[in-house]
């Protein structure tokens, strides 16, 4: 490009400042979300491709879990001669600290010997094959080591994890953001996690397969097909472990390592896990973004043609040849779209942090510059340039000069593969309302939804004492202003509680239990009616859904438990969502605390009124010095509901941001299309002006054809909306109504902003002098 043809393209983009400032604009928000996107998708599409032994590695399953037993990894392994080693990982936060010293949580993650020589995670001091051998040995990450010993080595320090002495053996490299493994401040020697289970005996986690609740990988011995060895097992299994046993489940595979992170959607993981749908809408929206800026940007262009006209036909009047203009062009379209490119990814710098917390994620933009990627950038840049300038390029190398002469090139250029595109931007950014307004009603519904028991005002809190200390400490709490009620649990509504299964007449029956004491009723407002039994340790309460499975005996109220264990029904409980409202109610039993039971759970009801937080404080800090300055973990019911729901709400977040890019980009293009399209009819005004038409009635005309396209975009975007908004509710147990207003509402919005973006040419059109229009004719 000639440095005077640059000099003359400056000249017409500040000449133009509001084509400029529109093209830039629009061109760089559009570009800063397909950088941001792109990578995020890229990122998520490499997890666990980085291992140098992925292709042998695979996680086993079952429907979408990936939860097992311990003893299932030997029988795995015992049995399929395929299997060269296994690695059993389970997560967990942890407490760090001596007895009676002040206390830090950490997260830790449980791992067999084998973990470093399966996987490829960095080693920085310790061999693959031997750093966690020994007993209680502990591999801290970079970060977690230079934290808490400085520059010192940790090597062979002593790390008190959960009360119970561990030696640090090695030191690695942070576990990356792209692998299915969770997040941790150290690996530990797998047999460590009985610390957890003391008391039900010194190796019973390890040996029992009752507890489902653990995660196992298997390394294949090349040249071998473990995949095909899954129906065996499958049959193997539903003669040696209870959970295939009692029909909870018929399904067994070996997922490949690259493949588990979009396979598994289990609540509760002890992976990292992501929807392969969602990535693929995500890339979806990348591509829809880019092509709708790339069009509005050749609309834009094409519709400064006539601006352009006198210069080009100058050239060509020269002797300048149709391959030198489209080369020029070409060349503007560079030097736009490298600037738009190096706004765009300015501003994604900017907005990194946002974009982080909205895909929770960490997308470490500045690491991401690697040679062969800055190579990919300057193929995308010369890629978009060309897509970008070659319409125009095209279009305005290909007239007569003489028509620019008498001025009536700008009148022949035909609009109707614009009049298409706005339409499909209509179609766009309707849709995404409508999806975008449903989807935070469901949101909202779920989180304000009444599930059946209060949730105001509760305070719960991991139990740290033994059974002597509680009683006094219940008289401790009660003494603390704001406090209104204590109870003593193992489970609540939103913590979890154990499951108990079984079988009668060939029923499968799965349920929740909660042990409690009868405050906790109190607090949860949770109702009973009785049943005239009086409640003891063999006696339960049920919710009416398991009341009505059960079909207990109507005079003694005796239900069988499975196994001929039968129990007296003391009452009746309103049914309440302990589960996520993706799904229905399910069946609950309630048994009564014994004075000498074990408890998991400190609940707390605040006074109403009483400042919350403060209140809350307090209880902590009287629960830390009761407790000799012991780690817990303390949450209110309403955040934890909250918390349940977060991935509906950031979905909700994510679509309203691209929502609101959609419609930005679209008022961009229409405004540059009706500059485009009230240009094709200049002689048409003039014309009608001349007849004595007056300005409401050519604002009317010219407004009339937005609302026509308008209307055909909300013919087609209204069932497309209502099909993706059933398909998502299906996944809900409990979901609102798709109300039709809220389609009516999406139209009229696009309608409004659609007309203000026109009105501006329309009204400077209508007072346009027709003789300017018509001079020419």
């Known amino acids: 490009m000639r440095i005077s043809d640059l000099k003359v393209y400056q000249k017409f983009l500040f000449r133009n400042k509001l084509y400029t400032l529109v093209s830039i604009v629009g061109f760089a928000v559009s570009l800063t979300f397909v950088i941001l996107l792109g990578i995020y998708v890229k990122q998520e599409l490499s997890v666990d491709s980085f291992h140098e032994k992925k292709d042998r590695i695979f ?17 795995v392994k ?40 399966i996987f490829s995670f960095k080693l920085i001091e310790g061999s693959p094959s031997q750093v966690l051998t020994p007993l209680k040995s502990v591999v801290v990450t970079k970060s977690f080591a230079y934290k808490t010993f400085g520059d010192k080595s940790p090597i062979g320090a002593h790390l008190i994890i959960n009360n119970t002495e561990h030696t640090i053996t090695g030191i690695m490299e942070d576990i990356p953001q792209n692998t299915q493994i969770p997040k941790a401040d150290f690996i530990v020697n797998y047999k460590s996690i009985k610390m957890f289970w003391g008391g039900m005996g010194e190796e019973w986690i390890l040996n029992t397969a009752s507890n489902f609740g653990f995660t196992m990988y298997f390394l294949e011995k090349e040249g071998s097909n473990l995949s095909a060895k899954a129906p065996m097992l499958l049959e193997l299994f539903k003669k040696e472990f209870w959970f295939y046993k009692d029909g909870f489940t018929q399904d067994l595979k070996f997922i490949p390592l690259e493949d588990a992170y979009f396979e598994i959607s289990e609540p509760y993981s002890n992976l990292s896990t992501n929807s392969k749908t969602l990535i ?3 890339t979806g929206i990348v591509i829809l973004i880019l092509v709708i800026a790339l069009l509005n940007y050749i609309n834009m262009t094409v519709a400064q043609a006539g601006f352009r006209g006198k210069e080009a036909a100058m050239k060509k009047l020269l002797g300048c040849s149709r391959r030198q203009i489209v080369l020029q062009l070409l060349a503007e379209s560079f030097l736009m779209t490298s600037f738009t490119f190096l706004l765009g990814l300015f501003m994604a710098f900017l907005i990194e942090p946002f974009c982080n917390n909205l895909l929770n994620t960490n997308l470490n933009l500045s690491s991401q510059f690697t040679p062969s990627l800055i190579f990919i950038a300057v193929i995308f840049v010369l890629f978009i340039s060309i897509v970008a300038g070659f319409i125009p390029a095209i279009i305005i190398s290909g007239f007569n000069p003489l028509e620019i002469v008498k001025g009536t090139f700008a009148r022949k250029v035909k609009a109707k593969y614009s009049k298409v595109l706005i339409i499909f931007q209509y179609i766009v950014a309707i849709t995404l309302l409508i999806c975008s307004f449903f989807i935070n009603q469901q949101s909202d519904f779920l989180v304000n939804y009444d599930q059946g028991f209060n949730r105001d005002g509760i305070l719960v809190m991991d139990n740290v004492l033994d059974s002597a200390q509680l009683d006094g400490f219940k008289d401790k709490l009660q003494s603390i202003s704001g406090v209104e009620l204590v109870s003593y649990s193992r489970g609540t509504p939103v913590t979890g509680s154990n499951n108990y299964s079984f079988e009668v007449d060939g029923k499968q029956f799965s349920f929740q239990e909660l042990v409690v004491d009868s405050t906790f009723f109190k607090i949860f407002n949770i109702k009973i009616k009785p049943t005239g039994i009086e409640p003891s340790k063999d006696t339960y309460w049920v919710n009416q859904v398991a009341y009505n499975a059960l079909h207990p005996d109507s005079i003694t109220y005796m239900a069988n438990f499975g196994y001929n264990n039968y129990h007296q029904i003391a009452g009746i409980v309103s ?8 799904e229905p109610i399910g069946l609950m039993r309630i048994s009564k605390l014994l004075p000498s039971s074990w408890v998991d759970n400190i609940i707390v009801k605040i006074t109403d009124g009483a400042d919350l937080y403060k209140t809350a404080e307090k209880i902590k800090d009287t629960y830390s010095k009761y407790s000799g300055g012991e780690f817990f973990e303390s949450r209110f019911v309403d955040d934890t509901v909250q918390q349940a729901y977060e991935k509906e709400k950031k979905t909700s977040q994510i679509i309203s941001a691209f929502t609101i890019l959609t419609i930005v980009i679209m008022v961009m293009g229409v405004f540059a299309m009706s500059l485009y399209l009230i240009r094709q009819k200049e002689k048409e005004i003039g014309i009608r002006k001349v007849n004595g038409a007056t300005e409401s009635e050519i604002l009317r005309m010219l407004n009339f054809d937005s609302f026509v396209r308008v209307f055909v975009a909300f013919v087609f975007a209204c069932p497309i909306a209502y099909y993706a908004m059933n398909r998502w509710l299906e996944g809900f147990a409990y979901k609102i109504e798709l109300s039709w207003w809220v389609f009516a509402a999406a139209g009229l919005i ?10 501006w040419q329309s009204l400077k059109a209508a007072r346009a002098n027709p003789v300017d229009s018509l001079k020419s004719e």
């Open 750 to 759: 696009v309608l409004v902003l659609s007309l203000l973006s026109v009105s």
């Open 78 to 117: 015992d049995n399929c001669p395929e299997v060269e080693s296994y690695t059993r990982i389970f997560p967990r936060s942890v407490v760090l600290g001596e007895k009676g010293q002040p206390k830090v949580k950490a997260e830790a993650l449980f791992a067999d010997p084998t973990f470093f020589t």
């Open 59 to 75: 996680l086993l399953a079952h429907d979408e879990s990936s939860k097992f037993g311990n003893p299932v990894a030997d029988f």
């Open 280 to 282: 693929t809408v995500y």
């Open 575 to 582: 049914d309440f969502n302990f589960k996520s409202l993706h």
